[in-house]
């Protein structure tokens, strides 16, 4: 299927996002089956920022969230090649003299947002949105979507650049 050239720049980062929202679906449901729901059997009072009783299944969770999208953002496959292509010649129309500028621009700003996503991973949800989930006796949910998404984005972004590394 031939896709636009805008397309391409991101299909690196679409696919390893795509997969990383596969893999933090099985792997949540795995964990949550492994541990007996005890993420959600005890009240948790998210407001004040309470501990759960589980911990180490939260801490399990965040860091597979991490693996995975290390995994999915260094998967060397067709995508990454496209994409790579794609930012290797829009590099080279943007500044004919400095061919690779625009590619060491992008693979920076990739990399910040990746990084900063991965950070992310680690902190807690927005207060907001702890107290709304709160409210509905959603807090243990959040508590675990909150960094698997960060995770997509993490997956995405280090996707796309290595996309850019490889446009080198």
Avoid at 39 to 59: F, H, N, T
Avoid at 70 to 91: E, H, K, P
Avoid at 106 to 128: E, H
Avoid at 136 to 150: D, K, M, T
Wanted: aromatic share 6%; proline share 5%.
């Amino acid at each position: 299927m031939k896709t636009g050239p805008m397309l391409c720049l991101l299909e690196a980062g679409l696919a390893a996002a795509c997969f990383q929202i596969v893999a933090v679906t099985l792997v949540t449901a795995a964990v949550l089956l492994v541990t007996e729901n005890q993420l959600m059997s005890p009240p948790l009072d998210v407001r004040a920022g309470a501990e759960i009783s589980s911990d180490a299944a939260l801490s399990l969770l965040k860091w597979t969230f991490l693996l995975t999208a290390v995994g999915m953002a260094s998967t060397c496959n067709r995508f990454v090649d496209v994409s790579a292509g794609a930012i290797r010649n829009s590099s080279r129309v943007m500044r004919p003299t400095e061919p690779f500028h625009a590619t060491k621009t992008l693979l920076v700003q990739l990399c910040l947002a990746a990084l900063g996503f991965v950070v992310l991973i680690f902190q807690l949800p927005p207060q907001k949105l702890l107290e709304v989930s709160g409210h509905f006796g959603l807090g243990w949910a959040v508590l675990i979507a909150w960094p698997a998404l960060v995770s997509v984005g993490a997956a995405g972004f280090g996707a796309s650049a290595h996309a850019a590394i490889k446009a080198l």
